[in-house]
Nanobody
Framework: QVQLVESGGGLVQPGGSLRLSCAAS????????VGWYRQAPGKEREMVAS?????TTNYADFAKGRFTISDAVDTVYLQMGSLKPEDTAVYYC?????????WGQGTQVTVSS
């Protein structure tokens, strides 16, 4: 069982930046992949960015050029810039080890003036 705890969400103005953190209960290098997803009200959960063993990263089209995923030992980060109101959502951290996927409880990001 991998425990994940997100932090760093909040209210930010359009054009602003936020850095989300996800503290894992074990070393990230023991996992096959980690990632960030988001879910806006009335919408399905969608992938934002993922980081795979070996260092490969994937980004959703809306995240390319604005968001960056990174990791350090037991923490996964999502640096978000040039935020837009449509980025408002609950952001979830995920981790995959073999066939098991784990989720954090989510952190709210609200982009509004």
């Amino acid at each position: 069982q991998v425990q994940l705890v997100e932090s760093g969400g909040g209210l930010v103005q359009p054009g602003g930046s936020l850095r989300l953190s996800c503290a894992a209960s074990e070393n990230i290098f023991n996992l096959n992949a980690v990632g960030w997803y988001r879910q806006a009200p009335g919408k399905e959960r969608e992938m934002v960015a993922s980081l795979h063993v070996g260092g490969t990263t994937n980004y959703a089209d809306f995240a390319k050029g604005r968001f960056t995923i990174s990791d350090a030992v037991d923490t996964v980060y999502l640096q978000m810039g040039s935020l837009k109101p449509e980025d408002t959502a609950v952001y979830y951290c995920s981790a995959r080890r073999l066939s098991d996927t784990y989720w954090g409880q989510g952190t709210q990001v609200t982009v509004s003036s």
